[in-house]
């Protein structure tokens, strides 16, 4: 409540005594002259003949401090400039006299008259009441209370104001009005009132505001607005405010509403009640807009006034049809939970609105609602809305929790229950989460076999597809093929999917079939041309694998005049089959033709080997060295150099060139050491020198490259000793062995392999570290035949979460050695994500740059190529860029990346102020990818920030409560609590 402020009136200066002085008594003429001069109010002439009875000396100290007293007296009331200091110093050289307490009034009345109250007050005090006249002492008694009054001491100048209430004066009325206020501001509205209404018409002009004011205070509201009514002529803020609380105390708020539009008070202005007041007569009389402003200020301060302002302003928000605001509103309402009642219908609301928005939270909130409101008015409403949601909601992570929660389920609930489970199995899914998705596809296949049961099935089969587990997946697949409608559009790709599942495990008489009814019955869906491309290639496979050559031929033959995907594989294979069939003519055409249209081809080197095999075979020497020494010098560390050595020590032997055979031998031996190939270039190497009558040289060639000749036999018998172990599965001997191989032939011919072998020993009884310890050596050993599979369980090893220092290297080898395209993409995945980790921009977008010009590329890793090539661009400043490939990400693709993409699109337009589109974005990633917890985290923290930048704090800390109070990821958690802490 604000008080009216209090009326300041001027008083005239104040004047020496009426009463004549006895001139007798002072024999001197000078004394006798000041005084009278004195009382003829004649200061300054006064003055003179003061101080000239003061240079005389007067023989009595008493008359000297009269004089002193008068002296000091008309310098004060002349207003000389030291006037006080005289009266100033006449008390202090005369603490005994009589005259003190009229010197203490003296400058009381002079501090007053140039309102300095405080101090005027504190020589008031020291005045002898009883000293002064009657008349004096009726003026000094005003103006020592009205002194207290204006320093706020209302205690001391209610006792001090209190007499001259009863006795008639000049001062009677002021007095009056003054001892009201005192009475006033101690709250005794009784005697303030009794005081104000006894001068209301001959007092000053605002007593009819104070008797208002304390009828307000008394609850005399139809009273107050009467006395009010009385000054109409008077307009003001405070008064409109008064009529207008007064009008919301009757009830009558939309007269309350007409008068608080009248003033010009702004939410700052007034305190949290009186916001709420206004707030809430502007909702009760339709000014929706109005209401929002006032009360969205105090609707999320956590107190019992917040609640009820919170739900007004919810069901302002709804009327201004701002639903967004109005759920975060209602949000409040029921958190601040003081009152029951209205906690109940906030939630309903909340949970309303949710369903409206299509929030992922709808379900939980029903569920809520009805969990904790089981017996309200609005309980059976809210369950049909949830039973309504779970057949439309795409939030089926929630669906799921909500209809487990429910118990026991009848029909309806079971079939809904299906629904749900299958579509959230299937989101895992995309997200290849496979253990997660299958434990859901579990959950449908269990309700009942039906349709939606048979396709949980058939999607169960392809994760354990892809999680390499062959035999479950062919037995799904069986299973859904038996049970599944043969017109459906995926029906066909059961066919595909059990064939893969024998072609994986090398059943390929069984698999052969199965791509070949799948392409059958290509006209039954419409397929991704990378899915049909690959049927033919695997049928084709399995014919080759079957030596059914011919239609092994016809089936790549498919691949090859598409120029699809793997069309390089296709003509390689096509030659070796035409190879395999003696027709050398058209394997060497069909090898050259993989040259020439496929010069990037992983299979370049194997076409080039091929051909110089099937030259040499031919007797075309030169051409078949052409090709070998092609290999040799541009494929340095490739494992077909090997043979390219030997074979060109053998052409070189039968064309007579023996020095350049013997230098094709040693370069073998040096640069493949450990090796089978070495040790028999080694032999080679032998029968040469041998064959040429210089067996010396040989004996020095092998022991210039650390070897004993006599150790040969020892070489053998310890890797075969160990070896024998291996092969009846007694890995714990085979260990033993291999490692005393190891350690005394270090250097011996079959060091890789122990490796090998004694790693698969080391991983079979669980001893990683020794496992990954021998694999290392297997990988680091260039050409040898099992490299690949090395690297491949190394990284097997390491595991997902590996550190890239650990793995970085292998995943580089990999990739430059292995002809398997989805190790290949794996090798991409995880060299793009070190490449991130170690901030390495160009890297990062040379690898991205690789995975989307690859056709054979799979929709998530091209995604996360995009999405980190966009994050690069953000960092560096390029905005544009960025959004465009964020864009591409969520035009084209569906899955974690697509709401990554969502997430820093919102992010960008954050950063360019664009608050109300990041909003938009923000609840696209809500309302479409919901399923990706993490990042549907992430922008709803983001989202609060747009809320906060564009000046809405009220739904900034809503959003950040709601993120706090629904999500369980804990860095999550911690940025929403960070925005908040900042706040408070």
Known sequence: MKYLFLIIFSISSICAKAQKHDYSQYPNVNMQRGMELYDEKKFNAAIAQFQLYLEQSPDSEITKSEAQYYLALSKLLAKNSDGEFSVLNFLEKNPGSHKTHM???????????????????????????????????TQYYYRFGYSQVVTK???????????????????????????????????????????????????????????????????????????????????????????????????NLSKA???????????????????????????????????????????????????????????????????????????EAYRASFDYSIAESALFNQAKLAVELEDNNSNTLLQRFIDNYPDSKYSREAKKLLTKQMLNTDNY??????????GNMDSQEKEIYQRVTLARAMELFKGRRWNEANAMFDKCMKQKTNQL??????????????????????????????????????????????????????????????????????????????????AYLRMGDCYFASREYAQAINSYAYTTGKKAIDADYALYQTGILYGLQKKYDEKISVMRRLISEHNSSRYISEAYY???????????????????????????????????????????????????????YTRLFDEYPGTAEARTAAQQVKRLYAGQGEPEKYVDWFMSRGGKVTASEKDSLLYNSAFDFYDVDNCDKAIVGFGKYLNEIPNGG???????????????????TSAIKHYKKVAEASGNEFQEDAILALLELFGDEANCKDVFTYLEKIEGITKNRDTRHKSWQGMMRCYDEDINATSVRDIAQRILIELSSPDDLKAEALVKMGKWDYHEGESDEASKKFREVIEKYNNQYTAEAKFREAQILLDQKEYTACQDACYEVLD?????????????????????????????????????????????????????????
């Open 153 to 251: 001491k209302y205690d001391r100048a209610y006792e001090t104001l209190k007499p001259l209430t009863k006795i008639s004066s000049q001062y009677k009325i002021l007095a009056t009005y003054y001892f009201g206020y005192c009475a006033y501001q101690k709250g005794n509205f009784a005697e303030a009132y009794r005081s104000f209404k006894s001068i209301e018409d001959n007092g000053p002009k605002d007593v009819k505001e104070y008797i208002a004011q304390i009828q307000y205070a008394q609850g005399e509201y139809t009273r107050c607005l009467a006395t009010l009514e009385r000054l109409s002529h008077r307009k003001n803020d405070a008064l409109n405010l008064l009529k207008g609380k007064c009008y919301y105390r009757l009830d």
């Open 397 to 406: 992570k929630e669906a799921v929790r909500v209809l487990e929660s429910l």
């Open 453 to 534: 049961a048979s396709e949980a099935t058939f999607w169960k089969a392809e994760s354990y597809t892809n999680q390499e587990k062959y035999t479950g997946a062919a037995n799904l697949y069986q299973s859904y093929m038996n049970t599944g409608n043969s017109k459906e559009e995926i029906y066909p790709l059961a066919y595909y999917g059990y064939g893969y599942t024998q072609y994986s495990q090398k059943n390929y008489a069984v698999a052969a079939p199965y791509f070949k009814k799948f392409i059958e019955h290509l006209g039954q869906g419409n397929y991704a041309d990378r899915l049909i491309n690959d």
């Open 928 to 984: 479409y990818y919901s399923a990706y917890d993490y990042w549907l985290g992430k922008s709803m923290n983001l989202l609060g920030h747009a809320y906060l930048e564009s000046g809405d704090e009220f739904n900034a800390k809503a959003t950040w409560q709601s993120v706090i109070e629904n999500f369980t990821e804990e860095q999550i958690i911690n940025e929403a609590k960070n925005n908040l802490g900042k706040l408070n």
């Open 257 to 331: 509403s007409e008068y608080f539009v009248k003033t010009k008070y702004t939410p700052k202005d007034l305190g949290n009640s009186e916001k709420y007041e206004f707030g809430y007569s502007y909702y009760k009389s339709r000014q929706y807009q109005r209401a929002v402003k006032w009360l969205k200020p105090i609707g999320f301060q956590g107190d019992s006034l917040s609640q009820h302002a919170a739900y007004t302003l919810g069901m302002a928000n709804l009327k201004l049809s701002k639903k967004r605001d109005a759920l975060n509103a209602f949000a």
């Open 750 to 768: 079959f060091v890789v392999i122990a490796n090998y072998y004694k790693a698969l020993c080391h991983e079979k009884l669980g001893q990683d």
């Open 103 to 137: 010197a203490n009034l003296a400058l009381g009345n002079h501090y007053y008259t140039q309102k300095k109250y405080s101090t005027a007050r504190r020589y008031y005090k020291s005045v002898d009441k009883l000293a002064i006249s009657k008349d004096d002492r």
């Open 610 to 664: 091929e051909l110089g095999a099937e030259y040499w075979v031919k007797g075309n020497y030169s051409e078949a060295e052409k090709n070998f020494m092609y290999l040799v010098d541009d494929f340095k560390g490739h494992s077909l150099v090997v043979r390219c050595y030997s074979n060109l020590g053998r052409i070189y032997e039968s064309t007579d060139r023996l020095a350049i055979a013997l230098e094709m």
